[in-house]
C-alpha cells in the first residue's frame, strides 16, 4: 500500500468482547480480557504502519447500566493495563491520552490514568487515544457549555463561535480529526462516538469480533480505506 493513501488518524469501535466469548463458551469477562490484550496489538501494528493517532472506543457513558461484576472487571483491567504497559509506552514513544468524563472512573483508575498520560505527555512518536467513560452526545454537551461560560466571562463573543472554534472545546482540540473509522462486531452504527468529529470519516465495519480482529483484517480495512477517494462534499476529479 502506498503510504500516502493510509489513514494518518483511525479510530475503533472495539465492539463483540461479550459475543465473542459467548460464542466459545466462556463468560463475557473473558472476552474484555482477551480485548484488553488487542490493544496492544492494534497499536503496534498501526504503528509500524505509520498511522500515527489511534483512538479506541474503550467504554462509553452508556456502559455504566451493564452489570455491576462486568463494570468492576473493565475498570479493574484499565488499571491492569496501565500498569503493565506504561513502561512500554515509554519505550515506544507513544503519548496516552483518556477522554470522556472521568467523575464516574474509581479513584485508583483516576490516579493511574494521570500517572501514565503526565508520564507520556512528552512522546511524539504515536498519540494512543482511549475513549473511557465517554460519549460523544456528552463531549458536544461540555463542549456547549464551556464555550457559554466564555461568552459569559467575556473572553470571546458570540460572534466568534464558529466549526474551528468549537473543535478547540472538545476532548480531542489539538488532534486532527479521524480519517479512518472501524466498527468490529457487525453492528451498524456509530454507538455515539464522535459524533463531531466524524463528519467526513470514511467508515468500515467487519462482523468479526474484537477480540478476534487481527493484523489480516486490519490490513484488508486498510487497503479498502486506501482505495477510496476522499471527496468531502465536493465532487470527483477528473
Avoid at 141 to 151: E, K, L, P, T
Avoid at 173 to 187: A, K, M, N, V
Avoid at 218 to 224: G, N, P, T
Amino acid at each position: 500500500m502506498n503510504q500516502d493513501k493510509l489513514p494518518l488518524h483511525v479510530a475503533i469501535i472495539m465492539d463483540g468482547n461479550g459475543r465473542w466469548a459467548i460464542s466459545k463458551g466462556l463468560p463475557r469477562i473473558e472476552g474484555h480480557r482477551v480485548g484488553m490484550d488487542k490493544i496492544k496489538q492494534i497499536t503496534d501494528i498501526c504503528s509500524k504502519r505509520g498511522i500515527r493517532i489511534l483512538t479506541l472506543y474503550a467504554f462509553s457513558n452508556q456502559n455504566w447500566h451493564r452489570p455491576v461484576q462486568e463494570v468492576d472487571f473493565l475498570m479493574s483491567r484499565f488499571e491492569r493495563y496501565l500498569d503493565r504497559e506504561e513502561e512500554d509506552l515509554g519505550k515506544k514513544k507513544i503519548q496516552l491520552r483518556v477522554i470522556g468524563r472521568r467523575d464516574n472512573l474509581p479513584s485508583s483508575l483516576k490516579e493511574r490514568i494521570e500517572r501514565v498520560t503526565f508520564n507520556t505527555r512528552n512522546n511524539q512518536d504515536f498519540i494512543l487515544n482511549l475513549a473511557i467513560s465517554y460519549g460523544g452526545q456528552e463531549e458536544i454537551v461540555d463542549a456547549v457549555r464551556a464555550i457559554s461560560f466564555a461568552v459569559k466571562k467575556g473572553t470571546i463573543s458570540f460572534s466568534d463561535i464558529n466549526k474551528e472554534l468549537f473543535k478547540r472545546y472538545l476532548y480531542t482540540p489539538d488532534l486532527p480529526y479521524p480519517d479512518f473509522l472501524i466498527r468490529t462486531g457487525g453492528e451498524f452504527r456509530v454507538s455515539n462516538f464522535l459524533l463531531w468529529q466524524i463528519a467526513y470519516t470514511e467508515i468500515w465495519i467487519t462482523p468479526v469480533c474484537w477480540p478476534g480482529f487481527n493484523e489480516e483484517h486490519f490490513l484488508e480495512a486498510l487497503r479498502d480505506y486506501a482505495g477510496r477517494e476522499r471527496k468531502f462534499g465536493r465532487i470527483r476529479e477528473e
